[in-house]
């Protein structure tokens, strides 16, 4: 059949109290971003549910959309009809039809939010079943847990009936838990603390360090198409490259190397706080995982931590390597992120970093420097490019080197 609409139920949003009208007007917004293709589509948030009407938008296409908007806790394609008994029991008949298979089990299910229709919720369970009884053969209740719900809402203006029950991605809307910057990496772990940092409501932006020529268009191309997968969960972010090269050139000249990787994050943290300042975001947010690697002991985050007041928010901070990569998988950014693409966290890597560095050390090499010079010039080259669901940037480089040759 032919839905005519979405019936989109909140989750979180039910806690929120005061706050509740406010988040409802931000899911719609963001419903609004994820479905700028589709403009014949209406969306009409109200206080218990959100109404998508499709005018013609195939679902199929809506359903793909839907799924990766947080702050959605269930969805149903409906289908509305006139508040008589006649259109419940026509367009009940033929979802049923379409859908219910031998074996199967199923119970009607009805919600009365209008208490002046003519017929309670246990008449109408009862007269829809029956009908169905007399119209179909091989039907089986189950009360407790059927294969297929008829759902039936009796509401002030229509009635909507479905027979699916969709799960939403959960979370908060992305926009109600302020906005951050990402230290966004090539790697596995940032993309997937930027997919929980969204489903806790944050913005974020992302911030990529590059380094030209140490690392290639590829690298940060790369980075550009992570943020476009995530964006599918935003709508759009922001995407923020910081040229690093000089950077890790003066460090490499200048520090000791067991403390190069030390001193070369603390200037990253630096960079991204004041990125923060200046966007009047509230915190950062990183993909560290404790332990993973040199740069990320407790004692390694000590001293990089040194440079900053500002939260730094580790989503991924006590999950397993594996807890990483198989949600990477879930959310599509794995794929890509093991692309050998190098980025500048590992050109100038030394064989032994210092996995306990001290932080009077890294305060003393790093006196060494024209600290504020260097963060001055990363700072004047900066670029801000904002990035949609899926857009392209690898495969857009590669036709463009094809068309060259």
């Known amino acids: 059949m032919k839905y005519t609409e979405v019936m989109v139920r909140y989750g979180e949003l039910s806690t929120k109290g005061k706050n509740r009208k406010d988040f409802i007007g931000r899911l719609a917004g963001n419903v609004t971003k994820v479905l700028r293709d589709y403009p ?5 948030p109200k206080h218990d549910r959100m109404h998508i009407v499709l005018n013609g938008a195939p679902f199929e296409e809506i359903d793909q959309h839907l799924k990766k908007v947080f702050g959605i806790q269930t969805y149903s394609p409906t289908i509305k009809v006139d508040k008589t008994l006649e259109a419940i029991e026509e367009t009940a008949l033929a979802l049923m039809k379409e859908t219910y298979q031998k074996g199967m089990t199923f119970k009607v299910n009805t919600k009365r939010s209008d208490h ?4 309670d919720t246990n008449e109408l369970n009862l007269m829809i079943g029956d009908y169905l009884f007399d119209h179909m053969s091989d039907l089986k209740v189950e009360m407790k847990h059927p294969d297929l719900v008829l759902r039936i809402e009796v509401r002030q203006d229509a009635i909507y009936l479905s027979n699916q029950l969709l799960r939403g991605a959960g979370g908060m809307p992305v926009g109600t838990g302020g906005r951050a910057v990402m230290m966004l990496s090539g790697g596995i772990d940032s993309p997937v603390a930027s997919y929980l940092a969204l489903k ?15 690392t290639t268009e590829k690298a940060l191309n790369k980075a550009k198409e992570l943020t476009g997968i995530l964006a599918n969960y935003a ?12 950077i890790q050139e003066i460090i490499k000249e200048k520090i000791t190397e067991g403390y190069l990787m030390t001193v070369q994050r603390r200037f990253m943290l630096r960079l991204a706080d004041q990125i923060r300042a200046k966007r009047k975001d509230l915190a950062i947010f990183n993909g560290e995982s404790v332990g993973q690697v040199a740069s990320q002991t407790l004692e390694s985050m000590t001293a990089i931590n040194d440079v900053t007041t500002t939260p730094v928010l580790r989503p991924v901070a006590t ?30 890597a030394p064989p032994r970093p210092k996995t306990k560095p001290r932080l ?3 305060r003393e090499y790093e006196a060494r420097l024209d600290v504020d010079g260097l963060i001055q010039r990363a700072l004047a080259g900066i670029k801000v490019t904002p990035i949609y669901p899926d857009e392209k940037f690898l495969a857009d480089k590669a036709e463009e080197d094809t068309a060259l040759l």
């Open 40 to 44: 014949q589509v209406e969306i009409h």
């Open 116 to 119: 002046h229709f003519a017929y």
């Open 200 to 214: 806790r409501g944050v913005d974020i932006e992302m911030v990529h360090f590059y380094s030209p020529p140490y």
């Open 235 to 246: 709508g759009r972010i922001n995407f923020i490259a910081v040229p690093f090269a000089e």
């Open 319 to 348: 999950m397993d390597k594996t807890e990483i990569i198989s949600l990477a998988e879930k959310i599509g950014t794995f794929d890509l992120s093991i692309q050998p693409f190098e980025d500048c966290c590992t050109i100038f």
């Open 360 to 362: 009077d050390k890294a």
